[in-house]
């Protein structure tokens, strides 16, 4: 079955930076869109951005543009998302999402989600 | 982008009843490319509902969407203990893909 599997909850602290990986099994891999989506603490969710390995993108929300980069490893099936100068308000759940590449259909199966904290 | 609006925010019903839940778009969704998703208390979200009224693989019948243009529902019929959750509508029909705020639905 599909499955994304997202790395570690990780304590960073204001300034750093920070890696989540997401690695997908149960489907083809390059087929599909990754998106990142983060929710801070009882938040809604707020969409990043997405990138299609091996033939898309990536493509960043706007408020992110400049601290924040998605990339793809097809070799190991495995998404990431690098997000710079971490302050208090990065504190959040971040997801990876797959995003079929057929218009009618978006978001249909979630990371367990990352935990990040930004903490001093 | 298209700011999206879910009323009520909080909805306090009992097992049995009926849940109708409200997402408005400020402008037309294209194409009715509009999403349920369900988030149990700490869990990931999940796609209930896909292009605003086809469930996605798995979900229960007892879940279903309409709407079009601006105006969107959810609706649970007959509600059952495991629907108590946090429901977001969101909209794919252009970028940036947005969220509405989430409606509460709670036991009574």
């Known amino acids: 079955q599909v499955q994304l599997v997202q790395s570690g909850a990780e304590v960073k602290e204001p300034g750093a930076s920070v890696q989540v990986s997401c690695k997908a099994s149960?489907?083809?891999?390059?087929?599909?869109?990754i998106h990142w989506v983060r929710q801070a603490p009882g938040q809604g969710l707020e969409w990043m951005g997405w990138?299609?390995?091996?033939?898309?993108?990536?493509k960043y929300a706007e408020m992110f543009q400049g601290r924040v980069t998605m990339t793809s490893d097809t070799s190991i099936r495995t998404a990431f998302m690098d997000l710079t100068s971490l302050t208090s308000d990065d504190t959040a759940i971040y997801y990876c999402v797959r995003d079929p590449d057929i218009p009618e259909e978006d978001f249909d199966s979630w990371g367990q989600g990352t935990l990040i904290t930004v903490s001093s | 982008e298209i700011m999206l609006t879910q009323s009520p925010g909080t909805l306090s019903l009992s097992r049995g009843e009926r849940a109708t839940l409200s997402c408005r778009a400020s402008?037309?969704?294209?194409?009715?490319?509009l999403a349920w998703h369900q988030q149990r208390p700490g869990q990931a979200p999940r796609l209930l509902i896909y292009a605003a009224s086809r469930r996605a693989t798995g979900i229960p019948d007892r879940f279903s969407g309409s709407g079009s243009g601006t105006d969107f529902t959810l609706t649970i019929n007959r509600l059952e203990p495991e629907d108590f959750a946090v429901y977001y509508c969101q909209q794919y029909g252009e970028s940036p893909r947005t969220f509405g705020q989430g409606t509460k639905v709670e036991v009574k």
């Open positions: 149960g489907y083809s891999f390059s087929d599909y869109y």
């Open positions: 402008r037309y969704v294209d194409s009715g490319y």
């Open positions: 990138i299609k390995p091996n033939s898309g993108g990536p």
